[in-house]
């Protein structure tokens, strides 16, 4: 019997997961990639991502093929992306992680995943040491 019931799952995507879905998404793992492509997932990427590649874009320490402004539009208008503000709560958030990441954009993402209830997709490993649910 099928209840025809769709599991939507919402996705906050690390500042390289975004980047290689945006750029190259063959290195996204196959389950990543198809978390993305799930046109039912809702795909988030937090306004600390965008932060962190404004800096390191400015500082020639990140390559894009065009301006950071356009790449996350497209993908606000092609994929379905959402910006996730940075609310007090998450900022509050930080206080109950443990160090195990020293980054703190990285740290941001995973106070907003644990407050909101997100998975994260994310390659690194470090993340595995929080709560925050993790996919890659």
């Known amino acids: 019997m099928s209840f025809g019931w ?11 997961a975004f980047i290689w879905w945006a750029i190259d998404p063959d290195k996204l793992s196959s389950t990543a990639r198809a978390a993305c492509e799930d046109t039912t997932n809702q795909l988030l990427l937090s306004i600390a991502s ?39 709560s998450h900022i509050y958030a930080l206080q109950t992680l443990p160090p195990h990441h020293r980054d703190p954009f990285d740290r941001m993402i995973i106070a907003q995943a644990t407050v909101a209830g997100l998975t994260i997709i994310s390659a690194d490993h470090v993340f595995r040491s929080y709560a925050a649910p993790l996919l890659w």
Not at 6 to 15: F, I, P, S, W
Not at 59 to 88: M, T
């Open 50 to 88: 965008v932060w962190e590649m404004q800096i390191k874009y400015q500082l020639e320490k990140l390559i894009l093929p065009k301006p950071l402004a356009e790449l996350v539009d497209h993908q606000v208008r092609q994929n379905r992306l959402s910006l996730l503000s940075i609310e007090p």
């Open 6 to 16: 769709v599991v939507t799952m919402n996705v906050l995507l690390d500042t390289h």
